[in-house]
């Protein structure tokens, strides 16, 4: 290699890093079009000039930050996916046509007996915990995309065997007589498959399937009640994948829209508020409602975004939220003022959901004020708090402490065997425990704030919903 050679090699990377370095002085900053988080900035301290961890980091976010990274990445996936067809993601599956999956859906284990227990009386108790204090109560399973369209993975179709035997597994409880609350729109959505009800390069169904979901779980709620709306097919609209980011490029594609149109007369909005904040509430009315429904609350994770418009015609209010948690101090409100509860989890989530505090711990705490429940005392503030808890026939029991403490407080209860810690602050004041024996034992608390309640609340079999 010739010496003027290396010379002009060396010059061609002094301009590319330099003209990098002066674009990022400009402001000038990759598009993030990975679908991930860019590494943060570490903290430059004197005191880490010898810590390998501080380098390792910058090197991650000087890299992040490279103006032109966006379009190495772009062209990364293209050759990956659309000349190879292959993907360029270990976060994503290529399969026929075209079509993306996640992998962390065709990651879901099969459930064992005891794992679908754990699911049903979860769900079970909080249908409980809700009729106790009189509301009705749906569980929406959003079944993800591999478990409707299973052939379109061509010859990773197997991976999706744990998300049907699961299906199975919970339809074979409700064959039984058990948990009518659960509402599975997988057959229907299926049987629509003449149009497509999911989009091939995002996770989620499309406003297609959104609606053929939301009118099984209305008519779970209220039979007849969709024969009150008309299907509207609106404008189509551009949709970005949520998938075509692990390409490396963000890309679209044109998809139908769908609205209802209340036969009725009911109207959303000006009325309609979003509340914003960390739980993205949302707030719809209906001038002229299909049900008697005052209230209803919608929690949900990701595909709730296309069902919750679906539900307004069916309740005077309709609120919506993305945080799962009914015990936080925005939602407790909205939740004690409605009189139907729907929650929404994708199929692959249900244990992960359900495991450690699960879902009726979340109301349980929530509900604390309207349950009826035995008073175990007051905490005085000192550590080592012991408690008996009596012998009671009951199914599940649930300890609650309220307290009024403006200082936030973590408090740790012994003999658990799991989730047994929990924050206490003014955004959560309430902290709930299941307890899954129904024998008198003693318990030990730790950091409970002076002046909190203890209170002890119990489902027996007479308060399930069957």
């Given amino acids: ?121 979860d769900v079970e108790y909080t249908a409980a915990l809700l009729a106790m204090t009189g509301r009705d109560f749906s569980f929406l399973v959003a079944p993800t995309k591999p478990g409707i369209y299973p052939a379109q993975l061509g010859r990773h179709e197997s991976r999706a065997d744990c998300l049907l035997a699961n299906r199975a597994a919970f339809a074979a409880l409700r064959a039984e007589g058990r948990l009518p609350m659960w509402v599975d729109p997988a057959e229907e ?107 209803t609350l919608f929690v949900h994770d990701s595909f709730g975004w296309a069902s919750q418009e679906f539900l307004v015609p069916f309740a005077a209010r309709t609120v919506t939220s993305r945080n799962l948690r009914v015990d936080d101090a925005a939602l407790t409100p909205i939740l004690l003022e409605s009189d139907t509860v729907v929650v929404e989890f994708a199929d692959r989530a249900l244990l992960p959901r359900t495991r450690g505090e699960g879902l009726s711990t979340w109301f349980a705490g929530a509900l604390a004020s309207e349950l009826p429940s035995t008073s175990l005392g007051v905490a005085d503030g000192d550590d080592g708090l012991r408690i008996t ?25 012994g003999a658990l065997e799991a989730a047994g810690t929990r924050q206490l602050s003014s955004e959560r004041p309430v902290a709930a425990w299941r307890l899954d024996r129904a024998d008198e034992f003693e318990l030990v608390l730790d950091g409970v704030p002076a002046g909190a309640e203890l209170r002890l609340v119990a489902i027996t079999a007479d308060d399930l919903v069957r």
């Avoid at 399969?95 to 009386?121: I, K, M, N, Q, R």
């Avoid at 307290?403 to 407080?409: I, R, V």
Wanted: hydrophobic letters at 45%.
């Fill in 389 to 413: 808890v009596p012998a009671q026939d009951a199914l599940a029991r649930y300890l609650i402490v309220v307290s009024s403490a403006a200082e936030p407080a973590t408090i740790e209860v």
């Fill in 189 to 295: 959505l299926i049987a629509g498959k003449g149009d497509l009800v999911y989009f091939p390069q995002d996770s989620h169904w499309n406003q297609l399937g959104a609606m053929r979901a939301t009118e099984v779980l209305v008519e779970s709620m209220d039979p007849g009640a969709w024969r009150g709306v008309a299907e509207e097919r609106a404008a189509p609209y551009q949709h970005e994948g949520d998938l075509t980011r692990f390409l490396g490029s963000v890309s679209s594609a044109t998809t139908d829209d769908w609205t209802l149109v209340p036969t009725i007369g009911a109207v959303y909005g000006p009325e309609n508020e979003d509340l914003g904040g960390e739980t993205a509430i949302r707030r719809y009315v209906a001038t002229a409602p299909l049900t008697g429904r005052e209230q």
């Fill in 1 to 121: 290699m010739s010496r003027r050679f290396e010379l002009l090699v060396l010059a061609t990377f002094a301009l590319i890093g330099l003209s990098q370095v002066g674009l990022l002085v400009l402001g000038v900053e990759p598009v993030n079009n990975e679908n991930r988080t860019l590494a943060e900035a570490p903290d430059l301290d004197a005191g880490r000039l010898l810590d390998e961890t501080m380098y390792a980091q910058l090197g991650d976010f000087l890299v992040d930050r490279t103006p032109a990274r966006s379009w190495a990445a772009g062209v990364d996936g293209a050759i990956d996916y659309d000349l190879l067809g292959d993907s360029p993601s270990p976060e994503i599956v290529v399969g026929d046509d075209g079509w993306l999956f996640l992998v962390l859906a065709l990651s879901t284990p099969c459930y064992g007996a005891a794992e679908v227990e754990l699911v049903a009386s």
